[in-house]
């Protein structure tokens, strides 16, 4: 491992890292890699700890999260609540683990109930397999569903106690303002600190990664476009410090905010070159023509979930166009859905 790579994933080192007055970081790990780790938020809020995020349900993250609230001299039993951004496991299932156990309450954005209410109906990846299949990606689809792994068990897919609407909550020492910002996800949430000057972000900004869209059981039609004006959204605010749920704390979110909307009109760019060419062409075929990762690697080079991922987000971006009226699309007999540049 070279030395920038350590420093990349210095922040998943296990702690209590204070991050504002009253304001604590905890990393808590994730069974597979990729993200590497998930960061909770420990407020304190008088009296004990408010959680922003709850962590994924397994047995290392527990450990972690006693370790780093005993750090604070503190126990798990001393948090009262925990609000979620969103309804992903590393995000909410440590929490119903906790809740169960201290009757700690959790809220979470009500654009999240239906995908928590249908978890158990809806099959693995369906509609992220549906996409590839109108993407003329049939037999990557195929594989997926053949050899993509063990299905996500169910387990701690528990209804919060309240539901979370745009406005003020109220947590003892502070008020934070809960912001909806769909686009990761149809119900996804930040919370602000407007006088700590604090974006609890959780996966809408991330400091070394572009958040994946959409990848939920029920997205909306058009979760990329949900996701820029949620980005325009917390650029309107004034510039905050970052809290992500992946990643190190950063000091600007209009910084970060102004990178990932320059990736996307750079991605929109390189569509529209590959588009440009003349003809009707489908989803797989245009990620088939685009770099992936910082590396730029083809998309046949990478696992089969990672292709998935990246003809889902190549799909979100030719809709994009289309919706603005760029290009044009029709569905062959087979369903399959083709694009072509407006002549
Ligand atoms: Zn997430």
Do not use: C
Request: net charge negative.
């Amino acid at each position: 491992m070279t030395t920038a790579s350590e420093d990349r994933l210095a922040w998943t080192r296990p702690g209590a890292f204070e991050v504002a007055k009253g304001v604590y970081r905890i990393p808590l790990p994730m069974p597979e890699d990729g993200l590497s780790a998930i960061n909770v938020y420990a407020i304190e809020d008088g009296t004990g700890l408010t959680l922003v995020d709850g962590g994924w349900a397994v047995a290392p993250a527990r450990r972690d999260i006693e370790a780093a609230l005993k750090q604070l001299g503190t126990t798990p039993r001393s948090i009262t609540r925990i609000l979620v951004t969103h309804a992903h496991r590393d995000h909410y299932t440590l929490a119903v683990e906790l809740r169960r156990e201290f009757g700690t309450r959790i809220s979470l954005g009500i654009d999240e109930k239906i995908s928590v209410e249908g978890i158990s109906k809806s099959g693995r990846f369906a509609t992220q397999l549906r996409i590839l299949r109108e993407s003329g990606a049939e037999e990557l689809a195929w594989k997926i569903e053949h050899d993509g792994g063990e299905p996500e068990p169910l387990t701690n897919w528990e209804l919060p106690d309240e539901w979370l609407h745009e406005g003020q909550v109220d947590i003892g020492t502070r008020q934070l303002r809960i912001l909806s910002t769909p686009g990761h996800t149809r119900g996804h949430v930040v919370f602000i600190d407007e006088e700590d000057k604090l974006l609890l972000a959780g996966d809408h900004v991330l400091p070394h990664i572009t958040p994946s869209i959409g990848f939920e059981a029920y997205p909306r039609e058009s979760p990329l476009q949900e996701f820029l004006d949620s980005l325009r959204k917390v650029r309107a605010l004034p510039d905050l410090k970052l809290l992500p749920a992946h990643g190190p704390a950063a000091p600007s979110v209009h910084a970060r905010v102004d990178e990932l909307m320059a990736h996307h009109e750079a991605r929109f760019n390189e569509i529209r070159v590959v588009m440009g060419a003349s003809g009707w062409k489908h989803g797989y075929e245009v990620a088939q023509a685009l770099g992936w990762t910082r590396r730029k690697k083809a998309l046949l080079d990478m696992d089969l979930l990672n292709q998935m991922l990246a003809v889902n987000e190549t799909v979100h971006h030719l809709r994009v166009l289309e919706e603005q009226g760029e290009l044009e699309k029709r569905s062959d007999p087979s369903g399959v859905v083709l694009f072509q540049k407006v002549p």
